[in-house]
Each structure stands twice: as C-alpha cells, then as structure tokens.
C-alpha cells in the first residue's frame, strides 16, 4: 500500500469537503433572506413556564417593523407563575447615544432602552492598514445587527424598565483616563415611584463590563423582580469574502451556551429559526454567547443561582433577528422604603485564553472552537503559548512546535518511510512482473505478495503510524485557525499577518515544490492513471494552498521539509 498516496487522498478530501461549504455559504449569500409579510413568530424570549414549554411572547408584535433605531423589536421575558403576572412592555422611545472609551473598548450605549448598541475593540484594527479602525463587534444596523441588552421582569411592580424603556443619562460622554474603573448611570423612575439606575462599570484592561440596577423602592408596596440579558443579532453577511478561496477559513458563527448539565452546545441560526434546539432549559449555572471567529460576546451569570437559558427568532423583519440569553428565575423582593441591586456581566471581546480563563464561569474558553479533537488542540495550544512566551514570535513559534511534533513522533514515521524506501526499491521488480503477467491480475497479486514475504516487506507497515500522526495534525490545523492570538501577527520577512494569505505566494508555492520532492521519494504507482494523478496533486495543492493563511501554509512548509530529510535519510540506507 502507498501509505503517501493515502495519506494525499485524505487531504484531498479535506479540502473538497471545504470547497463545498464554501459553495453553500456563496450560494446562501446570492440568496438573501426576505422580508416575512405573514403573521410569523415575534422574537420575543418564550414564556417562561413551569412546564418549560416554549410559547411566544405577543408582547410588542404590532410594532416589530416600527422601533426606533438602537431598540429591539424582541419581546421581554415572563415568568409565568401562580405569583407573578405577565408583564407589561413600555413602548419604545428614540433615544441618545452615550459614549464610552476605555483602553480597550469604544462603546455606545443608547438610552431607549438602556443596551449596547456598538463595540469596538480598539486593541484589534480591522485591517492592517487602517490601525485606527477597529474591530466592530457589535453595531445597530438594519442589516448588521448585533445587541446586548437586559433589564428587568415581573409582576407585581407593573412598570419594570426593560431594553425598550427611555432613560436619561447624565451626560452623553465618558473616558476611563486614568481612573481604574468608570460608571455609567442611566435613571428611570416608575409612575409608582420606584427609581431605578441601571450601571454600566467598565474596567481597566478588561472586556468585561459589570450590568447593574439599583433600585430604591420608594411606594408603598413590596417590590419583586427578575434581571435577565440577551445578545441579538442578524445572521452576518459576509458579502462573499469568507471561504478557503479568499483566505477567509471556515469558521462557526452563531449561538452557543455552556450549563453544568448539557455542557458546551453551539446554535446554530438556522436551528434558531426552525425551531430546533434544546431551549429553554434550566440550570444553577453557567453562560450564553454568540460566537465569531476570534471574537465572542457573552453573559455571564452568577454561580449557584437559577436561570433560564433561551433563544428566539423574529422573522417579521427583512433580516431575521436572533435571540439567545438567559432569565434569573431567583426573585429579588425588596420592602417599602428599602433598596438593592441586582445584575450580571458582560464579556465584549476576543477569545483570548488567559481572559476567558479568568472569568469565574466554567469553560467559556471552550468558545475557541478546536472542533472535534479539542482533547488534542489543547495542550498543543498550551505548548505553543509557553514557546511564545520565550521566543516572542508566532512565526518562529509555528515553526518550533512543527520541529517538536515532528520529534515526538520520529520513530513512527520512520517505520512508515521505511517500509516506502523497501517499496520503492522493489519497484523495477514489481514492473517486471506486471509485464509479466499482463491483464492476469489475479497471478500478478499472488506473485507480488510472494515477493514481498520473500523481501520481508509489508506494504502496509507505515499505515498505522501514520494514522497516529493525522488527528495531531488535523487538531494543530484548528489551533492555527482558531487563535486569535495570531491574528494580524506578523512573523519575519514579507510575512506581515500570520492569519492572512501570503501576499506575495512565496510559501504556498515552496509548500508544492515540497510536495513535489515527496513525490519522488516515494514508490510510483504501478497504474499510469494513478501515477498522472500523484503528480497533479501538487499542483492542485498548491492553487488551494494560494489563498491560505500563511501560518497554516508555513506549518505545513516546515513539516513537509522535515520529512522529505528524514524520508531521503532513510531512502539511502535501501538504496
């Protein structure tokens, strides 16, 4: 067996299968969602039931296509109970923009309705040559939507201020300086006399904003309610830019949640849409996101508490909206003349390791999507971050882990291009006998396995230590893809950004000419048509490899330069 020609084929795969989900994602984006003219499905969060069924909230349906820029047109939640009655939703009102700058984040917060309704990441340029543009994680565009909005819900105060309610701000503009931590105070009192100040503290070299409400119960009742927080969005147009042909890899954005007792689950948005998730569930802890390449937003609530994760879709608009967030079925009650505060956090920014391991909630680092092999991916990650700490380089960094992967398993491979180097110097014997034999196959396989026992070569013998090697490979590949650490990292030379293709094709053309020099190494298929094949490969290869991010194509340099030393090392000892 050619365990190379193998090993190419499954690559080959690899990237087909690529291909068409590059095709479904240009296909998807030619075909636009449109505009729902019939009575469809408010994105209201669902009524919050004991039985935790999932009916729709109706609340603010006739006015859907209708709210004021910054607000949404998704329903509040309502927790259903003998003791606590639906809620009554405020009518939305057009509100004022409240900046925020601190050293990591540009931030608005608009005050119909009190939620985020821009985030920039003032640390990540959109691109290389605009540093003074940033990463724009959330926005509030008709057709980019993105939002993190909260507030509170109950029954017996009946006007609660939600995401839809108008507040009055202080003053429209803030700058953490030098100060460690910055409030932003947004005041709403109800006609019962209950005033509220919902806060928005921001913190020194952190994306994580601490969301509370205080709340002074001036009337003459007891006060209950419940916060919850939710992050909106519409699906992202990518305008045809994502896709291995563009350099762009596939990456999963949607929903995603993390509890106790299912664990991490993803969302898609089309299973939002249809209706087709594991939501609402209940759970005393754990958080919601929504997830992007390299960059996430995420809710964070409180250990041992009880919540209710949820999701919606509101398909009365052109674009559909999608829902994922979370309700504290804990009531907080608070007596005539008394005051408290309530609240969550909320994680604006990117997947960055050490942050989303510093955050007291379990296993939001589980939001950088290794895929399958992540019991892999971690400790190679892990590995990697260690290297880097000593050399500085992600470059020089890719290139040590490639040489130490390729180490640790060096008696393997040898074994495999051992039994190539056998192979190939059988080859002119081999051909002798399919001369031989001619169209007898049957008589040319039974001479060709008595070869091989006299030989003592089993042409099989390199497939199981290859077959060790591919899930490494395969879960270094998501490492690569998945890091943000590497973003916009530049290594040495002409290669400026790690995460980008390689402006000039130096590498992916060095990465075919390696592939090349492989081939040659190896024992040349008996069949013809097998042999045009083998040799069309890098040349293929090299077409896919133009548009991918350099650091991928750079490993895959390195490890294809490191066999072909150690194959020709070998080869010589049979020649």
Avoid at 186 to 212: A, C, H, Q, W
């Amino acid at each position: 067996m050619d365990i190379q020609r193998l090993i190419l084929f499954a690559a080959l795969g690899l990237v087909s299968m690529m291909l068409v989900q590059n095709w479904q994602s240009y296909q998807a984006e030619k075909n636009p969602p449109v505009a729902m003219t019939q009575n469809t499905q408010n994105s209201g969060v669902p009524d919050t039931q004991n039985n935790g069924s999932s009916n729709i909230n109706g609340s603010g349906t006739g006015t859907a296509n209708n709210v004021p820029a910054a607000t949404s047109s998704v329903g509040v939640p309502e927790i259903q109970t003998p003791d606590i009655a639906p809620v009554q939703q405020v009518t939305p009102a057009v509100g004022e923009q409240i900046t925020v700058t601190t050293d990591l984040l540009d931030v608005k917060i608009n005050t119909a309705g009190g939620s985020v309704s821009y985030a920039g990441l003032t640390q990540y340029p959109d691109k290389l040559d605009t540093p003074e543009m940033p990463v724009v994680l959330m926005q509030d565009n008709p057709q980019q939507r993105y939002l993190a909005e909260s507030g509170l819900t109950g029954s017996e105060t009946a006007n609660l201020p939600n995401h839809h309610t108008a507040y009055t701000a202080q003053k429209l503009s803030y700058v953490l300086g030098d100060a460690e931590s910055l409030e932003i105070p947004l005041n709403y009192t109800s006609p019962e006399g209950v005033r509220y100040t919902k806060i928005y503290t921001f913190k020194r070299n952190s994306y994580e904003i601490d969301v509370s409400y205080r709340i002074e119960n001036n009337s003459a009742n007891t006060w209950k309610g419940h916060f919850y927080g939710q992050l909106l969005r519409t699906e992202p147009d990518t305008g045809g830019r994502g896709g291995i042909l563009t350099g762009q890899m596939p990456s999963f954005t949607g929903g995603a949640y993390y509890t106790t007792e299912e664990h991490y689950n993803k969302v898609k948005f089309s299973a939002m849409k249809d209706r087709d998730t594991d939501l609402p569930l209940e759970t005393a802890e754990g958080w919601v996101a929504m997830l992007q390449h390299y960059f996430v937003g995420t809710w964070l609530p409180e250990r041992d508490g009880s919540y209710r994760f949820y999701d919606q879709t509101n398909k009365q608009v052109a674009r559909p909206e999608y829902t994922l967030g979370f309700l504290d079925l804990d009531a907080t009650s608070i007596a005539s003349g008394a005051s408290a505060e309530m609240g969550s956090r909320l994680y604006i920014g990117p997947k960055e390791r050490d942050r989303l391991d510093a955050q007291d909630v379990d296993r939001l680092a589980l939001t950088v999507d290794f895929g399958w092999l992540t019991v892999i991916a971690e400790p190679l990650f892990w590995v990697m971050r260690k290297i880097n700490s000593v050399v500085g380089n992600w470059g020089w960094t890719i290139i040590l882990i490639t040489i130490l992967i390729k180490a640790m398993f060096l008696p393997l491979s040898a074994a495999s291009y051992k039994s190539m180097a056998k192979m190939k110097k059988l080859s002119p014997r081999l051909k002798t006998l399919k001369e031989r034999y001619g169209d007898d196959k049957q008589a040319f396989q039974q001479e060709m396995m008595k070869l091989y026992k006299a030989e003592k070569v089993n042409p099989a013998g390199g497939c199981l230590p290859i077959l060790v090697q591919i899930p490494v490979f395969i879960a270094l590949y998501w490492v690569l893809l998945e890091s943000v650490e590497l973003r916009q990292a530049p290594w040495a030379f002409w290669i400026a950004d790690l995460s980008s293709k390689d402006p000039f094709y130096i590498l992916p053309l060095l990465m075919g000419g390696s592939m090349l020099v492989q081939q040659l190494l190896n024992p040349a298929p008996m069949d013809p048509m097998q042999q045009k094949i083998m040799m069309a490969l890098p040349v293929v290869f090299t077409v896919f490899f133009l548009s991918f991010p350099a650091g991928l194509v750079l490993y895959w340099v390195v490890n294809n330069t490191l066999s072909i030393a150690q194959q020709w090392m070998i080869s010589r000892r049979y020649q």
